[in-house]
């Protein structure tokens, strides 16, 4: 599935999804809540709007309102209070939040409630908020797509098997639960690409801690396992993509080539496992994750094998060139 092109969300999902520390709370406009649109995860704050340089507004942007904004309006008379927060064009705004547990002037709440625009508080300090909001709207609206496959978390990894509908993707998975593994999504995985270069898979809220293995119906791991063998979330380290035997065609014998696959314009680490009828698919899971970690340490058993190789082959190079030496000395 192609990811969606421009990530948004409601400011009522937002309050619904934000974190706890915040305490948030609708002071005003709360009928906007659901139709505001919030799309970029940087915040701004509205101090040098308020004062008349209303072309930095930047729509689809939370909007902070500080002590030194809040001490800046107070400083107006009553109608030149109202006249800069409707200057600020609060149709073109997602939501306005108060820090620090300030009352809001009058104006902006009853200016506000006149636009449907979503006036939030939160006792935060600004700059506690402004992180916090940060990192909350820069995962709610990472560019996100739908994998079709099982992941789990193996060894302390995000591994992510794929391959063909009826392969054995949910029955390994299975397996490596009852080994100690952890489920994190089956069936559908969300994939998220949190900054440049990491990717953060889950389930969709329905699926979530269930498996399904065709003959034994849908299963809640939580429930069958334990709380320890489900996982809400895990970075993808590694995908392994299961292939059936007649139809892998292109197979590393030795592990020298490492292959990858882009996912949300970023490069995972990718192995190719064929299936057969008697190979144990979770042990080859759990092997090749092994590697993978052995790997990310800088040691790499086929790089090693073929110099060890290619020691040898000068070794008896050395020994041939020497054995003719002595041949012709002796002649």
């Known amino acids: 599935m192609k990811p969606n092109d421009q990530p948004s969300i409601t400011v009522s999902e937002f309050i619904h999804h934000a974190p706890a520390q915040l305490e948030l709370r609708i002071t005003a406009g709360a009928q906007g809540a659901t139709t505001r649109q919030l799309t970029v995860p940087r915040v701004q704050k509205l101090g040098l709007a308020l004062a008349g340089f209303t072309n930095y507004i930047h729509s689809g942007r939370l909007q902070i309102l500080g002590q030194s904004e809040i001490r800046y309006l107070g400083q107006l008379d009553a109608e030149k209070r109202r006249e800069a927060i409707r200057n600020l064009g609060l149709e073109r705004i997602a939501c ?14 009853e200016e506000a409630e006149a636009a449907n625009l979503p006036l939030l508080s939160t006792p935060v300090l600004s700059s506690i908020a402004i ?14 797509v739908a994998r079709h496959g099982v992941l789990m978390d193996i060894y302390g990894l995000g591994v992510l098997i794929e391959g063909a509908s009826g392969i054995g993707k949910s029955e390994c998975a299975l397996d490596l639960i009852a080994r100690g593994h952890r489920l994190v999504a089956d ?13 953060l898979g889950a389930a969709p809220e329905l699926l979530r801690e269930h498996l399904e293995i065709r003959g034994l119906g849908i299963m809640n791991i939580r429930d069958l396992f334990g709380v320890s063998a489900v996982s809400a979330n895990k970075a993808i380290d590694l995908s392994i993509k299961l292939e059936r035997w007649d139809e892998a065609s292109e ?18 680490p990718q192995v190719l496992i064929p299936v057969s009828p008697g190979r144990n698919l979770s042990t080859l899971v759990e092997t090749a ?27 008896t190079e050395s020994r041939i060139q020497e054995s003719g030496f002595r041949i012709k000395e002796n002649l």
């Open 96 to 109: 306005v939040l108060v820090t620090k547990g300030i009352e809001p002037p009058l104006e902006l709440i």
């Open 131 to 144: 992180s916090v909001v940060t990192d909350s709207l820069q995962e709610l609206l990472a560019p996100i």
């Open 289 to 315: 994750v092994r590697v993978q970690l052995l790997r990310t340490r800088g040691y790499n058993a086929a790089q090693e094998f073929i110099a060890r190789h290619e020691k040898m082959l000068e070794t």
């Open 187 to 199: 069936d559908v995985v969300e994939v998220r690409r949190i900054g440049a270069d990491r990717l």
């Open 251 to 268: 197979v590393d014998r030795l592990g020298i080539d490492a292959q990858a696959v882009e996912i949300l314009d970023v490069n995972v």
